[in-house]
C-alpha cells in the first residue's frame, strides 16, 4: 500500500451561499503525480487553497500531511512543512533576478539581504541544482519580467521544487504555454517523480493530464465523481460528460 503525503477527508468549503467544496476526499500518494481536474468553477484552485491554509474561516474538515493532522495550520507553517504551492497567476519577484527568486524560496538567501541588494552574490549548490533541472541555468541572471511567459511559468514551478517540498501543488502551470513548451513541462514534471518528487497538477490541458499523471481525480461542482488512472478517467462515462463535452467547447 502506497504512503499518502497529502489527504484530504471530508473537506468543505463555502463562500457565502456558495458550496465550492461539498464533502472531499483526496490523497496523494507517494512518489505519484496527482491530476486534480474539472470544469471551471469545479473547486481545484478552492482545494489548493484550502489544504495549505489559505481560507481557514470558511473550511471544514481535516487535513493529513504525512500522517499528521495539519488542520488549520496557517500557510507558513504549512509551507515550512514542505506543503508549497504555485499560484494560478504567476507571483514572482520582479525585481531580484532568477537565481535570487529560487533562493529566497529555498531559505538560502533572506528577504532582508535580498533587498538590500546582496542577492547577486549568493549562490548554493540547490539552487544550481534546480535550475539546471528546469533548464534555466542560461536565464539565471535576468530578471523575471524579461522572461517568455514558458519560462517565467518554470521559475514559478522550480521556486516551489527548490524548498525540498514533501508535496508541491501546481494550479494550471500550462496555462498561457504553447504545446511543446507544454510536452517539455509534462517531461519535467515526470522526472521530478522519477526522482521522488510528490505532485498534484491542475490542469486544463487533458493531453498534459491525461498523459503524466499516475492518478487522476475528476471534480464537479465541489464534489469528487471519479478517481483513477489516466486510462479509466479517459473512458469514464460521467467524466466525458462533466468535463471532456465542456472542455472541447471551451477549447
Ligand atoms: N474568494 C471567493 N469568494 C467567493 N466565491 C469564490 C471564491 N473563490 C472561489 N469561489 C467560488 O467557488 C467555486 C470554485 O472556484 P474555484 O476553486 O476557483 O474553481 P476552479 O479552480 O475549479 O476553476 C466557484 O463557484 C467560485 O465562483
Ligand atoms: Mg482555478
Redesign the pocket.
Do not use: P
Given at each position: 500500500m502506497t504512503r499518502a503525503v497529502l489527504e484530504s477527508r471530508d473537506l468543505k468549503v463555502t463562500?457565502?451561499g456558495?458550496t465550492?467544496l461539498a464533502g472531499v476526499d483526496i490523497t496523494c500518494a507517494k512518489g505519484e503525480l496527482t491530476g486534480l481536474i474539472?470544469p471551471?468553477?469545479?473547486?481545484?484552485?478552492?482545494?489548493i487553497d484550502a489544504v495549505t491554509g489559505f481560507l481557514p474561516s470558511n473550511t471544514t474538515g481535516q487535513v493529513l500531511l504525512d500522517g499528521a493532522d495539519v488542520t488549520g495550520m496557517p500557510p507558513h507553517a504549512l509551507a515550512q512543512l514542505g506543503l508549497t504551492r504555485t499560484w494560478q497567476s504567476l507571483e514572482l519577484f520582479d525585481d531580484i533576478d532568477v537565481s535570487a527568486n529560487l533562493a529566497v524560496a529555498s531559505r538560502s538567501l533572506t528577504l532582508r539581504r535580498a533587498v538590500k541588494g546582496m542577492w547577486k552574490r549568493d549562490r548554493s549548490d540547490r539552487v544550481d541544482e534546480v535550475l539546471e533541472q528546469f533548464d534555466l541555468t542560461g536565464v539565471r541572471e535576468r530578471l523575471p519580467r524579461d522572461l517568455s511567459l514558458g519560462q517565467r511559468k518554470l521559475v514559478g514551478i522550480a521556486r516551489a521544487v527548490v524548498a525540498r517540498s514533501r508535496i508541491v501543488l501546481l494550479d494550471e502551470p500550462a496555462s498561457g504555454l504553447d504545446r511543446k513548451e507544454t510536452a517539455w513541462l509534462g517531461d519535467r514534471l515526470r522526472a521530478m517523480i522519477d526522482g521522488g518528487s510528490t505532485l498534484l497538477l491542475?490542469d486544463h490541458d487533458m493531453d498534459l493530464v491525461l498523459s503524466v499523471c499516475d492518478r487522476i481525480q475528476v471534480?464537479e461542482f465541489?464534489v469528487v465523481i471519479a478517481n483513477g488512472t489516466p486510462t479509466e478517467i479517459r473512458h469514464d462515462p460521467r467524466v466525458g460528460e462533466a468535463y471532456l463535452g465542456e472542455a472541447a467547447q471551451v477549447t
Open positions: 463562500f457565502g456558495v465550492a474539472g471551471n468553477g469545479a473547486g481545484k484552485t478552492t482545494f491542475v471534480l465541489g
